[in-house]
């Protein structure tokens, strides 16, 4: 089963569950922000997001844009990039929205990811999550245990299975109140083109957006049927949008974009670092072949050669990159980072300064400064800059907690590098080492501001584990 099913078919799940003993009437704004919260927690807990603060600057600004042309809203947009190659984005509850990798690098330019947010804030913006939960209040529990069990098949042993058995189950349990309807699609284009055209992006990349869905046969999850799929009918929504924008000319008026989000970049900085090894390789290897002064191509195989541990054909291409697009940050970050995991820390350390001013990357450069400082045995200097990137961007780089640790550690602090271990393995998902680490600290730990936060974790994490426990327990009765 793809990611993009998966999802969308636990939050079908979640939010009827979570407010099955409420079915009367939709849920309220308040109670719409609260499910959205536990949403996060729960695809948090799951390691499911990209926390690239680069990708992640580009949705972000793409979404805040288009929010600024709307009228005043009652949730705090989030915008999100899920670490899965599939071409999918969908809307959350609480105004989450919801952008996959896999999608990003699909598209070819900015307007075609800002028509696909427009979308998706308009259904945030239209309520279609809150309504789609009252559709679904009078799903029997036995046709949501159905599409549990095919979730949890279909995980396995891949859609067939999964597709059977939701198929069955909800063949008596109104199947179609489990996705967005028809006229949510339609209402969120026209009211997404709507924004659009306010916005300094094109409405008409919604069209070539769309037109890619079609050419990626758009299915979250093999063979699993349309109504859980997150946008249905893109043959017919292509069609309504075309006639929408038939003859459209943007105005003399429309808004120019204040900053360069660097699509291209961006886009082949994901297939490089993230994609899957050996296909990135292929296709980017074959572009450059036909455009071999693109400075985006270059920088993506460089990353690309990197993950191949090909240092040196790596450089070769950041450097013929940086002298296409002459200090480019984005480039001389990686070049840093590269330099200082070979072991040129100097050399490192004199990259990485000119990249330290960047409001997005600066953050990223003082990391891979620490590393070198750490390297050097310039433990004060590396202890303070991890300090400071834990403090502005702890879920981009946990790895800092790691050396933080090891920083304590050579100076025999064994009671902060437990701490620090505790909220390494905490921030990476390994519960298990994360509670052991934090007990472990405070056997000894003498800061009250740590000594506190160690509890409060602790507190909390044992308290979702006896949860855990005797949700198994009930299970195991039936």
């Known amino acids: 089963m793809k990611p993009s099913g998966l999802i969308h078919i636990v939050l079908v799940l979640f939010v009827v569950v979570s407010f099955s003993s409420n079915a009367c009437h939709a849920i309220s704004i308040p109670e719409e922000k609260e499910l959205g919260k536990k949403f996060i927690e ?9 926390h690239d603060p680069i990708a992640t600057h580009m949705v972000n600004t793409v979404g805040r844009h ?5 009228p005043f809203q009652p949730f705090d947009y989030s915008f999100y990039v899920v670490n899965a190659d599939v071409f999918n984005a969908f809307a959350g509850p609480g105004a989450n929205i919801f952008a996959y990798r896999g999608l990003i690098t699909s598209l070819n330019s900015i307007d075609e990811l800002a028509g696909i947010i427009g ?5 945030a913006a239209s309520r279609h999550v809150s309504e789609s939960i009252d ?7 036995g046709s949501l245990a159905g599409v549990l069990a095919g979730v949890l098949i279909g995980s396995k042993s891949g859609g067939d299975a999964a597709g059977t058995l939701i198929k069955g189950s909800l063949a008596l349990g109104q199947t179609a109140m489990l996705a967005f309807t028809r006229e949510n699609e339609t209402e969120a284009d026209e009211k997404g083109i709507m924004f659009l055209k306010e916005s300094c992006y094109s409405p008409e990349g919604l069209l070539s957006g769309l037109m890619k869905i079609r050419e990626s046969d758009y299915r979250g999850v093999e063979n699993i049927p349309d109504y859980v ?4 009918g893109t043959g017919t929504r292509i069609a309504h949008v075309e006639t929408i924008l038939s003859g459209y000319e943007p105005s003399k008026e429309k808004l120019a974009c204040r900053e360069d989000l660097r699509f291209e970049m961006v886009k082949y900085r994901l297939i490089g670092l993230y994609g899957a090894l050996e296909p990135s390789y292929a296709e980017l290897t074959n572009l450059l072949e036909k455009d071999p002064d693109n ?17 040196t054909e790596a450089l070769s291409h950041l450097k013929r990159a940086l002298s296409i697009n002459i200090f480019d940050p984005m480039i001389l970050l990686e070049l840093g980072r590269i330099y200082q995991e ?4 100097e050399k490192a350390l004199d990259v990485l300064k000119a990249v330290e001013s960047d409001p997005v990357m600066g953050v990223m450069a003082r990391f891979h400064e620490g590393a070198a400082h750490l390297e050097l045995k310039n433990l004060k200097q590396a202890e303070s800059l991890f300090n400071f990137v834990i403090e502005k961007a702890p879920l981009a780089y946990p790895a800092a907690y790691y050396n933080l640790a090891n920083i304590m550690a050579i100076q025999n602090k064994q009671d902060f590098s437990h701490y620090y271990l505790g909220l390494f393995y905490l921030e990476t998902g390994n519960i298990k080492n994360a509670m052991l680490h934090l007990a472990k600290a405070l056997e000894n730990l003498s800061d009250t501001e740590k000594l506190n936060h160690a509890k409060e974790i602790l507190k909390k994490l044992k308290k979702e584990d006896l949860e855990e426990r005797e949700k198994k327990s009930r299970k ?3």
């Open 295 to 311: 400075a985006a191509l270059h920088y993506g195989i460089g990353l690309i050669y990197d993950r191949k541990f090909r240092k």
């Open 229 to 232: 799929k997150t946008h249905p």
């Open 135 to 141: 559709r679904s209040k009078y799903i029997s529990i």
């Open 476 to 478: 195991s009765r039936f």
């Open 66 to 70: 288009i929010l600024s042309c709307l």
């Open 119 to 123: 979308h998706e804030i308009a259904h």
């Open 342 to 345: 070979n072991g040129e820390q």
């Open 42 to 50: 729960m695809i948090e807990r799951q390691q499911m997001l990209l």
